[in-house]
């Protein structure tokens, strides 16, 4: 069951940030994830701040530079479905495609998507977990076969989202909003690591509101893919993810990214995978090569040593699929 809170419904951004910075306030987008966490007694609410009305939080629109401005509230299925990002940013469609179900993708925001808590079963389960405030982390010692292979310590979650990955490796930024003005963040940095606050996902400050992502220009010769690889067939978290974006000209690579997902708290950047590509012919040493530098300084935990074949197998198979484009 619920628990009970305040339920507001504000009309304009400036009203819900004044709701948003009082005690106990959370925001509710699409609510995918929000009342499962509640009705779970994952945390509480004193005040649920409904956003779903702030129609200028859902645009998605080109900006005066060539890029592409996507409001927070844009559904995952408006953003799977978009042309200009299905022709320019082709990995954040498939990321948005490849995310849930199609009932939670009509429902489902954006904004939501990149601020939706870790699915641990221990943070979501009954267990007293360090990121609920406990003693320890129990995948340490407990079933760990879901959990990261990077960047974990003292939390090992994996980060959820299928479209961070996807903005990460396109450079996107993200504009967030409190009552004191607005800044705009590099949608890289915008994710924590459980060493740096092993309470919190994001750098957001309570109260504080993402209202928009922004994509460059797409540089020139640009494309991008993401896959996942899940346990079943059906709509799945991924065990393991790769976005790749590439700029160059033929089948030279002037500049790579490649973000996994699935594997560490944050969508994690392979930045020896990137080296391998960069300045270098897509070719199928250079993609080996790749795709073994991916893992590099993967720490497995006791029963996910599978993940690290995973990614360099997932990230070997995208960089052939991409060179063939
Ligand atoms: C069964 C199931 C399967 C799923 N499978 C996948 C999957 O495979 N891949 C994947 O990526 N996701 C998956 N999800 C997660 C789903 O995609 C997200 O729940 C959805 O995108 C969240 O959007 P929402 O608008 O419903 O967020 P909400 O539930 O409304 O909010 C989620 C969180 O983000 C915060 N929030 C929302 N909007 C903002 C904002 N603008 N600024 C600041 N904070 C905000 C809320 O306070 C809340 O804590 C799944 C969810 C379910 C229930």
Same mark, same amino acid.
């Given at each position: 069951?619920?628990?009970?809170?305040?339920? =507001?419904?504000?009309?304009?951004?400036?009203?819900?940030?004044?709701?948003?910075?009082?005690?106990?306030?959370?925001?509710?987008?699409?609510?995918?994830?929000?009342?499962?966490?509640?009705?779970?007694?994952?945390?509480?609410?004193?005040?649920?701040?409904?956003?779903?009305?702030?129609?200028?939080?859902?645009?998605?629109?080109?900006?005066?530079?060539?890029?592409?401005?996507?409001?927070?509230?844009?559904?995952?299925?408006?953003?799977?479905?978009?042309?200009?990002?299905?022709?320019?940013?082709?990995?954040?469609?498939?990321?948005?495609?490849? $995310?849930?179900?199609?009932?939670?993708?009509?429902?489902?925001?954006?904004?939501?998507?990149?601020?939706?808590?870790?699915?641990?079963?221990?943070?979501?389960?009954?267990?007293?977990?360090?990121?609920?405030?406990?003693?320890?982390?129990?995948?340490? =010692?407990?079933?760990?076969?879901?959990?990261?292979?990077?960047?974990?310590?003292?939390?090992?979650?994996?980060?959820?989202?299928?479209?961070?990955?996807?903005?990460?490796?396109?450079?996107?930024?993200?504009?967030?909003?409190?009552?004191?003005?607005?800044?705009?963040?590099?949608?890289?940095?915008?994710?924590?690591?459980?060493?740096?606050?092993?309470?919190?996902?994001?750098?957001?400050?309570?109260?504080?509101?993402?209202?928009?992502?922004?994509?460059?220009?797409?540089?020139?010769?640009?494309?991008?893919?993401?896959?996942?690889?899940?346990?079943?067939?059906?709509?799945?978290?991924?065990?393991?993810?790769?976005?790749?974006?590439?700029?160059?000209?033929?089948?030279?690579?002037?500049?790579?990214?490649?973000?996994?997902?699935?594997?560490?708290?944050?969508?994690?950047?392979?930045?020896?995978?990137?080296?391998?590509?960069?300045?270098?012919?897509?070719? $199928?040493?250079?993609?080996?090569?790749?795709?073994?530098?991916?893992?590099?300084?993967?720490?497995?935990?006791?029963?996910?040593?599978?993940?690290?074949?995973?990614?360099?197998?997932?990230?070997?198979?995208?960089?052939?699929?991409?060179? $063939?484009?």
């Amino acid at each position: 069951m619920l628990p009970e809170f305040t339920y =507001v419904r504000p009309g304009s951004l400036s009203e819900a940030l004044e709701h948003a910075r009082s005690e106990g306030a959370v925001l509710h987008a699409g609510g995918t994830d929000l009342l499962g966490c509640l009705r779970d007694g994952v945390f509480s609410a004193g005040k649920v701040v409904a956003i779903g009305d702030l129609e200028e939080l859902r645009r998605i629109s080109p900006t005066r530079d060539g890029g592409l401005r996507i409001g927070a509230l844009a559904t995952l299925a408006e953003v799977a479905a978009h042309p200009l990002i299905l022709e320019h940013y082709t990995a954040l469609a498939q990321g948005a495609a490849s $995310a849930a179900s199609p009932q939670l993708r009509n429902q489902g925001t954006l904004g939501g998507n990149l601020c939706q808590r870790p699915r641990c079963w221990y943070f979501r389960g009954d267990f007293q977990c360090l990121r609920k405030g406990g003693p320890m982390c129990y995948a340490i =010692v407990g079933e760990n076969q879901y959990h990261c292979i990077f960047g974990g310590d003292p939390c090992y979650i994996v980060h959820p989202s299928d479209t961070a990955p996807a903005l990460v490796a396109l450079d996107a930024r993200a504009r967030l909003a409190s009552p004191s003005g607005t800044r705009l963040v590099p949608l890289e940095s915008f994710f924590i690591l459980p060493s740096e606050d092993v309470r919190r996902e994001t750098l957001l400050q309570p109260g504080e509101l993402l209202t928009e992502v922004l994509l460059s220009p797409p540089a020139a010769g640009q494309r991008s893919i993401y896959r996942k690889v899940r346990a079943r067939g059906a709509w799945d978290f991924a065990l393991a993810g790769v976005a790749v974006a590439l700029s160059g000209a033929d089948d030279r690579v002037e500049a790579a990214r490649v973000v996994l997902s699935g594997v560490a708290p944050i969508p994690w950047r392979a930045v020896d995978a990137e080296e391998a590509l960069n300045r270098s012919r897509l070719d $199928a040493e250079t993609i080996s090569r790749a795709a073994t530098a991916s893992v590099a300084g993967a720490r497995p935990m006791t029963r996910n040593g599978y993940k690290v074949e995973l990614v360099r197998g997932l990230t070997e198979e995208t960089l052939h699929t991409l060179a $063939a484009q």
